[in-house]
């Protein structure tokens, strides 16, 4: 896709249906309110939030199927290669090595992005090493106050808070590519080296009910999915899970159990800050409670999203 300086908007902020987008060439900058596009030199825009030049991929929340973010302005002539929603959806299917590959890609650059963006924010002068250490210290000391590093009785009862739920349909897709109901007999899919597609094209029947992932693909699976650096429990002496199964150990790999202490410290730190007490928390209310937890200002629109997961 071609890109004209000053004048190609990829995007405006809330939409849907804009893709992933990887920079070949040229710069793209991202805007808090939008600015003139009438092809002359922007002397009179406001100072971008950043700029993005070749190799960097933007609309990253397109992967977990959130709106977009800012306004997206061209500031040089160039070219993007671009994925639609229904592209990446066939892509993970049919090429999933590739998706992966893309999509950790993604990640670490939204890493770096927010590390960027978080030193910008910094308003003392303390060395970089220094601060990371200082907020890696509030952080311990709040999830202490949690009794988050207390030892937990495995045989004791504990609460598994659920899973987000578009991890779940990545789990999902994990499952229905690397499990053994093999690709459908009228399309050739792509072969892999561990599993096999059980879905082809956007519309693709789910595997039957009687799938079963092998073993030796779960871990593989569950990188897929996006979890990583787990110790996955697996039934000894099974050689394959059923849908039901490699979804249990999906969700213990990647949500953290809680003890009874741990859970009543939560609900007591609840019950403080649900000030017109109706058993429940608004955007205000849980960016008090968090702020007030990990002494970090989190504003109610930063959290919309991320509370809009479960």
């Not at 800012?70 to 892509?91: F, P």
């Not at 311990?140 to 659920?162: E, H, Q, V, W």
Request: hydrophobic share 45%; with cysteine; net charge negative.
């Amino acid at each position: 896709v071609g890109m004209k300086q000053y004048s190609t908007l990829l995007w405006t902020p809330g939409q849907t249906s804009v893709g992933l987008f990887l920079v070949h060439s040229g710069a793209v900058a991202l805007f808090r309110e939008l600015p003139g596009l009438d092809g002359v030199s922007p002397k009179s825009w406001r100072s971008p939030i950043a700029v993005y030049t070749q190799g960097w991929f933007l609309n990253r929340e397109s992967l977990l199927s959130q709106p977009t973010r800012y306004y997206a302005v061209a500031l040089e002539d160039g070219d993007l290669v671009t994925w639609s929603r229904s592209q990446w959806k066939q892509m993970a299917r049919e090429m999933p090595r590739m998706a992966f590959d893309i999509s950790h890609a993604v990640m670490k650059q939204k890493a770096v992005d927010a590390k960027r963006r978080n030193r910008n924010k910094q308003q003392d002068f303390l060395p970089e090493v220094m601060q990371s250490r200082m907020k890696s210290i509030r952080i311990a000391r709040a999830l202490g106050a949690f009794k988050m590093y207390d030892a937990s009785d495995m045989a004791a009862r504990t609460l598994l808070p659920p899973m987000p739920m578009s991890l779940h349909r990545f789990v999902d897709l994990a499952f229905a590519v690397f499990c053994d109901a093999g690709p459908p007999t009228d399309v050739e899919a792509p072969s892999l080296a561990k599993g096999h597609a059980c879905a082809d094209g956007d519309a693709a029947d789910p595997p039957p009910a009687d799938a079963e992932m092998p073993m030796e693909n779960v871990v593989d699976a569950l990188m897929f999915a996006g979890i990583f650096n787990f110790s996955p429990s697996l039934p000894a002496g099974e050689t394959s899970l059923s849908r039901q199964e490699f979804l249990e150990v999906a969700h213990e790999a990647a949500m953290l159990r809680l003890s009874e202490a741990q859970a009543e410290q939560l609900a007591t730190s609840f019950k403080e800050f649900d000030e017109d007490g109706s058993g429940a928390l608004g955007l205000v209310e849980i960016a008090d409670t968090l702020s007030a937890a990990f002494s970090h200002k989190f504003e109610p629109n930063d959290l919309e999203a991320f509370m809009s997961e479960w």
